[in-house]
């Protein structure tokens, strides 16, 4: 089952920070995030894990609640270069359940 | 450069007609991943392969199949072409079920 992805879009102005969600109905086991830019490929970001930390970069982070089946992506201090689309990836929580992609979520970062 | 091939790069073909798709993962990487990407759609899982072997398999419709051989390579084959078939298809492929590494994609069009 798909994750839903919130928000769909988000536009933001250089230094400015962002947070985008990503949510399933089932138990999750993982949570992947990618980032897709416009006529590129998907570049791999951080992996979340059941029982793991949070993890991430200086400016980019991410959380995993195993809860509430959710994570968020913390985007601080926004650059240019953090435009594009995000989609989180989720991995269910019994063996066999499918890799499944959210819808993503735009993010487009102006001078 | 994520170290995974897929060729052709573009593909243009008629309804009705079949093509294969091709992709090499990274060295040493047992797992593929076949996503398709429409325009301005989200990544649909298709189908994973793990050292030859099906793995999990998402929305692939009848009329498309795949297999990984023992080079670890990976064909997607699509047949009966219809015009809604036309999309980016991606292929992945990661060593531990973890951070997948995306090709850069195969652009297919059905006139």
């Known amino acids: 089952q798909q994750p839903v992805q919130s928000p769909q879009a988000v536009i933001l102005r250089e230094g400015e920070d962002a947070v985008i969600n990503c949510s399933s109905s089932?138990?999750?086991?993982?949570v992947h995030w990618y980032r897709q830019k416009h006529g590129e490929a998907p570049v791999f970001l951080m992996i979340l894990l059941k029982g793991g930390e949070q993890k991430g970069h200086e400016k980019i982070s991410a959380s995993f609640n195993e809860k509430k089946q959710q994570s968020s992506l913390y985007l601080t201090a926004s650059q240019l270069s953090y435009s594009g689309t995000y989609f989180c990836?989720?991995?269910?929580?019994?063996?066999?359940?499918?890799?499944?992609f959210g819808p993503g979520t735009r993010l487009s970062v102006l001078p | 450069d994520s170290g995974v091939t897929q060729t052709p790069k573009h593909l243009i073909t008629a309804t009705g007609q079949r093509v294969t798709l091709r992709c090499s993962p990274r060295?040493?990487?047992?797992?593929v991943y076949w996503y398709q990407q429409s325009l301005d759609q989200g990544l649909q899982f298709l189908i994973q392969?793990?050292?030859?072997?099906?793995?999990a398999k998402g929305n692939i419709l009848e009329r498309f199949s795949a297999q990984q051989f023992p080079d670890l390579h990976s064909e997607l084959n699509l047949s009966s072409l219809e015009l809604g078939d036309s999309a980016l298809y991606f292929c992945?492929?990661?060593?531990?079920?973890?951070?997948?590494?995306f090709g850069p994609g195969t652009r297919l069009t059905v006139l």
């Open positions: 089932k138990a999750l086991y993982s």
């Open positions: 392969y793990y050292n030859g072997e099906e793995r």
């Open positions: 990836g989720t991995e269910g929580d019994n063996y066999g359940q499918n890799f499944v």
């Open positions: 992945a492929s990661s060593a531990s079920d973890r951070e997948q590494f």
């Open positions: 060295s040493g990487d047992l797992s």
